[in-house]
């Protein structure tokens, strides 16, 4: 079962440890998550658990040096994010269901969307960064079940001070985001 996320960490730790710059190490993830998202077989149940009021973001691997996390999340029907941003490149690959993220971008103080909204299926994946878009809402694109991405960050995503953008009043205040209850998923040597 952990076989198939045993595989991607390892080949996240290789992109990493390369050291060739972003766009090197996005290109190796990105095609690591293609691979992991199009089974559907190795995430352990507490890992793919909803809670009726709030998104989930279970924590599956975190890097001993905290060059990289990985994480799903896992939505419920009508759950959705604040407009936020991450401050380091991150990959995302859909797994169950549908996922919604709207861009934003921002401008003098402002922040407004930016293009169309996209709508990821099950094996799409996407990326974010602050040299390519970095602030954006999600949202479950189902109103009748479960949605869940995987994720893989260029840090401790649950560590790391992020922002909330408030698209009404302008303000941005500082968040650090943790994880939910699961603890990581135990890789077996």
């Not at 995430?43 to 691997?61: G, K, N, V």
């Not at 930016?114 to 094996?123: F, N, Q, R, S």
Request: aromatic share 6%.
């Amino acid at each position: 079962m952990t076989e198939r996320l045993k595989a991607f960490v390892a080949e996240v730790e290789a992109a990493v440890s390369a050291e060739r710059g972003e766009p090197a190490v996005l290109q190796r993830v990105v095609n690591a998550m293609r691979e992991l998202v199009a089974h559907d077989d190795w995430l352990p149940e507490t890992h793919a658990a909803p809670d009726a009021t709030h998104y989930q973001q279970h924590l599956l691997y975190r890097d001993p040096q905290g060059r990289f996390s990985v994480v799903s999340f896992v939505w419920g029907p009508g759950q959705q994010t604040p407009v936020h941003d991450h401050t380091v490149w991150g990959v995302i690959g859909m797994l169950r269901g549908q996922e919604v993220s709207q861009a934003y971008a921002l401008e003098q103080g402002v922040v407004r969307e930016t293009g169309e909204a996209e709508v990821l299926e099950p094996g799409d994946v996407a990326v974010v960064s602050p040299s390519l878009g970095d602030i954006h809402r999600v949202r479950n694109g189902l109103e009748d079940r479960v949605s869940i991405s995987i994720h893989a960050y260029g840090t401790d995503i649950g560590t790391r001070p992020r922002h909330v953008f408030d698209p009404q009043t302008h303000a941005v205040k500082t968040f650090i985001s943790g994880y939910s209850a699961s603890a990581p998923v135990r890789l077996a040597p």
